[in-house]
Antibody, heavy 119, light 106 residues
Framework: EVQLVESGGGLVQPGASLKLSCVAS????????MSWVRQTPGKTMEWIGD????????NYAPSLKNRFTISRDNAKSTLYLQMSNVRSEDTATYYC????????????WGQGVMVTVSS | DTVLTQSPALAVSPGERVTISCRAS??????MHWYQQKPGQQPTLLIY???NLESGVPARFSGSGSGTDFTLTIDPVEADDTATYYC?????????FGGGTKLELK
């Protein structure tokens, strides 16, 4: 059974940094591209970016690429999202997702982790 | 960015047929996918590449469309289908989602 378990969320002050983690199990993690997607309190969904199966390439939504960094450790089957200089509009639930084998869709999602940016 | 427009909400009775639409601001070929999100849960993939049913999804769900106009159909609707449905395109970069259609059962 495919499982994606996120952690690292919480309350963070504006301008601070935060690193989210996602531990994967139930599939060969190093075979798949992985993405982060976030959902605002108003339920708007936004793709943040993705990373190639071997970690050699990343792609980001243009509005976020200067502040967010995606990485992975295939030996630990773990995906990361480094968030820097966070703003109130980054308040959202962050989902770790597995990308489909042939298309840029999201065939499995974690349960999500909440990040609240507030002073 | 490619904007995907969905109707905000629909209300139907169990046993009826419902169609949920998604209109793209530019062509996305057939690279359109549909997700179901039940309250308090993460989204799950229903339909990929406009019309392909994801494994394990009931045959009551179907998808159609190409270019800019897409439809998700549920026939017949069951009480368990109460959820918000999102479309997502992967033809143009960045990938984008529709605003979601909240389906309520009467």
């Amino acid at each position: 059974e495919v499982q994606l378990v996120e952690s690292g969320g919480g309350l963070v002050q504006p301008g601070a940094s935060l690193k989210l983690s996602c531990v994967a199990s139930g599939f060969t993690f190093s075979d798949y591209w992985m993405s982060w997607v976030r959902q605002t309190p108003g339920k708007t969904m936004e793709w943040i970016g993705d990373i190639k199966y071997d970690g050699s390439y990343t792609n980001y939504a243009p509005s976020l690429k200067n502040r967010f960094t995606i990485s992975r450790d295939n030996a630990k089957s773990t995906l990361y999202l480094q968030m820097s200089n966070v703003r109130s509009e980054d308040t959202a639930t962050y989902y770790c997702t597995r990308e489909g084998a042939t298309e840029a869709l999201f065939d499995y999602w974690g349960q999500g982790v909440m990040v609240t940016v507030s002073s | 960015d490619t904007v995907l427009t969905q109707s905000p909400a629909l209300a139907v009775s169990p046993g009826e047929r419902v169609t949920i639409s998604c209109r793209a601001s530019e062509s996305v070929s057939t690279l359109m996918h549909w997700y179901q999100q039940k309250p308090g849960q993460q989204p799950t993939l229903l339909i990929y590449l406009a019309s392909n049913l994801e494994s394990g999804v009931p045959a009551r769900f179907s998808g159609s469309g190409s270019g800019t106009d897409f439809t998700l159909t549920i026939d017949p609707v069951e009480a368990d289908d109460t959820a918000t449905y999102y479309c997502q395109q992967s033809w143009n970069d960045p990938r984008t989602f529709g605003g979601g259609t909240k389906l309520e059962l009467k």
